[in-house]
Antibody, heavy 116, light 107 residues
Framework: QVQLVQSGSELKKPGASVNVSCEAS????????MNWVRQAPGQGLEWMGW????????IYAQGFRGRFVFSLDTSVSTAYLQISSLKAEDTAMYYC?????????WGQGTMVTVSS | DIQMTQSPSSLSASVGDRVTITCRAS??????LAWYQQKPGKVPKLLIY???TLQSGVPSRFSGSRSGTDFTLTISSLQPEDVATYYC?????????FGPGTKVDIK
């Protein structure tokens, strides 16, 4: 079936980096854009940006430029989110989401906790 | 950037009630409006896209409509399993902003 499977929860110290992976299956990876959405504890959904899975060109929402990097490995149908110089306020659930008509397929989420 | 507002921020209704949630875009987005349901502790789920098209598998008690830049999600007969937070989203023009959410629970 069509699904996105993300890597597991992460506990990091401030200043460290984290990589979140998102493996797609059940569809042609390059036929759909991949988006990233953040949800801080108890808060709403925040669109971080998207990456064109054909060209690899990323677009970042304001507030996610600089420390956040989207990338791909199309040979294994996987998208990646790297966050550098982690701060406590980066503590959140991060979702990869396929874009079709609306955001139709969501990964299960990766909880990133930043704490000293 | 397009701003999305939702009202109310929360509501409490009885089982069987008709529930209406409104979402307003700060500028025109055509029909590129989606609604999502997020149950407590769960992953968001697409309910409606293109303002009024029901995603496959979504119960028919959910419906969506548009009037200009105002959009409405209606639950025709609220069920206990509908307890969730509902979000609208513009996907016409980046940034693909979500509304702040409407929390629905049972009275």
């Amino acid at each position: 079936q069509v699904q996105l499977v993300q890597s597991g929860s992460e506990l990091k110290k401030p200043g460290a980096s984290v990589n979140v992976s998102c493996e797609a299956s059940g569809y042609t990876f390059t036929h759909y854009a991949m988006n990233w959405v953040r949800q801080a504890p108890g808060q709403g959904l925040e669109w971080m940006g998207w990456i064109n899975t054909n060209t690899g060109n990323p677009i970042y929402a304001q507030g996610f430029r600089g420390r956040f990097v989207f990338s791909l490995d199309t040979s294994v149908s996987t998208a990646y989110l790297q966050i550098s110089s982690l701060k406590a306020e980066d503590t959140a659930m991060y979702y990869c989401v396929r874009e079709a008509d609306g955001f139709d397929i969501w990964g299960q989420g990766t909880m990133v906790t930043v704490s000293s | 950037d397009i701003q999305m507002t939702q009202s109310p921020s929360s509501l409490s209704a009885s089982v069987g009630d008709r529930v209406t949630i409104t979402c307003r875009a700060s500028q025109g987005i055509g029909n590129y409006l989606a609604w999502y349901q997020q149950k407590p502790g769960k992953v968001p789920k697409l309910l409606i896209y293109e303002a009024s098209t029901l995603q496959s598998g979504v119960p028919s008690r959910f419906s969506g409509s548009r009037s200009g830049t105002d959009f409405t999600l209606t639950i025709s007969s609220l069920q206990p399993e509908d307890v969730a937070t509902y979000y609208c989203q513009n996907y016409n023009t980046a940034p693909f902003t979500f509304g702040p959410g409407t929390k629905v629970d049972i009275k």
